[in-house]
Structure formats: structure tokens, C-alpha cells
């Protein structure tokens, strides 16, 4: 099970297969099993918890979409992820927005958890947060930021998380990927291909 924290819960049949259930006059999504992006909590107080900025959408699909004949196969096809809206449809959140996820995935004890945000300022109260996480031995993925050479951006430079920087095709670091000391891993970041909004695809860059 992979918590991932960012712009809410997605919607799309290559990720989890949805049918429209007529419930009191008003249309209502349910999920068909088998499906891989599972609700789990909304921290922005004026959104509902699903995904209408497509960042967690791609993100996912990247994740685990499923092995069908549908669009693209994600990387962990079988795991599972589960979605924590800290983000809201532009793209935004707070520190204490961010904070309170950590704490939802501290309490529900996923496998790893992947988050693909930033802010150039540290939050004490997230790495306190951060280090229980660490001590529970639960991997926090981190985009390491697309600020090119301004520096890892926060929680990723907090030295309890793993920073991923991106590279293209050709193995070269992206001119966009922030870069530092703090940067763990590098992994493909430009023109990847992944479920988008409206059961559509998108080709995204970023270290996310």
C-alpha cells in the first residue's frame, strides 16, 4: 500500500473502474473491484476528496494502473494507493493541510509513502511527524522539486525522506530538477505518460 499525498483521489478506468449509481436523484460513483486507488482522507476543508487538478491522477497511474488493455501499466500494477488530499484543484495546501496527512498516514501505517510537493521553507512540526514515520521503517518518497539549481525543496530535504531528482531519455539530469546534497535517488521525470482528468492520458515533467 502506497499513501499518497497530493491533489485527491482519482478517477479514471485504468486505476479503479467506476460505475454510476442512481442514489436519491443524484448521480454517485462507486468503484468495481478490482481497483487500486482507495479513499481515504480529505484534509482541504472547501473540496471534496477527489482529484480535479490531475497531479495525483498522473502520479497514480504512474504508481498502479492497472495490467489491462487500457492505456498504460504502472510501475507496482498489484499495490494499492491510497489517496490523501492535501492539495487542492489548483495545486496548493498549507503546511498544517500537509502535517495532518502525515499524521492520517502515521495512523493508518501504509507501506511507503509518496509525496509530490514542496516548499522552500522547513515545517518543524512535519519533521516531527516525519521522524516517527522513519522510525516505523515506512519509506517517504519526496519529489526533490522543479526549481532547477535553487536546491531540494522541503519535506524532501529533510534527511528522513528520500529526494528523487528527474532525468530524461538520454540519462541527463533535467535542466528543471532541483539539485543538491539532499537528493537520494534520480529517476525518469520528463514526458512520462499517465492517466490524466475526464478518463484521459497526459505526457508530464517533473520530479514528481
Not at 50 to 71: F, P, R, S, W
Not at 74 to 96: E, M, N, R, V
Amino acid at each position: 500500500t502506497i499513501a499518497v499525498i497530493d491533489t485527491g483521489h482519482p478517477i479514471h478506468e485504468d486505476i479503479n473502474p467506476v460505475q454510476i449509481l442512481e442514489w436519491k436523484g443524484a448521480n454517485k460513483l462507486s468503484p468495481i473491484k478490482p481497483h487500486n486507488a482507495i479513499e481515504g482522507k480529505n484534509f482541504i476543508d472547501y473540496e471534496d476528496i477527489y482529484d480535479k487538478n490531475g497531479h495525483q491522477t498522473h502520479c497514480t497511474g504512474i504508481i498502479c494502473a492497472q495490467n489491462n488493455e487500457l492505456g498504460m501499466v504502472g510501475i507496482a500494477p498489484k499495490s494499492k494507493c491510497i489517496s490523501i488530499k492535501a492539495l487542492d484543484s489548483k495545486g496548493y495546501g498549507t503546511p498544517d493541510s500537509v502535517l495532518k496527512a502525515l499524521e492520517y498516514a502515521k495512523e493508518i501505517k501504509p507501506d511507503i509513502i509518496s509525496m509530490s510537493l514542496g516548499s522552500p521553507n522547513a515545517y518543524p512540526p512535519m519533521l516531527s511527524v516525519i521522524k516517527d514515520l522513519y522510525n516505523l521503517n515506512i519509506p517517504i518518497i519526496c519529489a526533490a522539486g522543479n526549481s532547477g539549481s535553487s536546491g531540494v525543496s522541503y519535506p524532501a530535504a529533510f534527511k528522513e525522506c528520500i529526494a528523487i531528482a528527474a532525468y530524461d531519455s538520454s540519462g541527463n539530469i533535467a535542466n528543471f530538477s532541483s539539485k543538491g546534497e539532499e537528493v537520494d535517488w534520480a529517476c525518469p521525470g520528463v514526458n512520462i505518460s499517465s492517466t490524466f482528468l475526464n478518463n484521459s492520458y497526459a505526457s508530464l515533467s517533473g520530479t514528481s
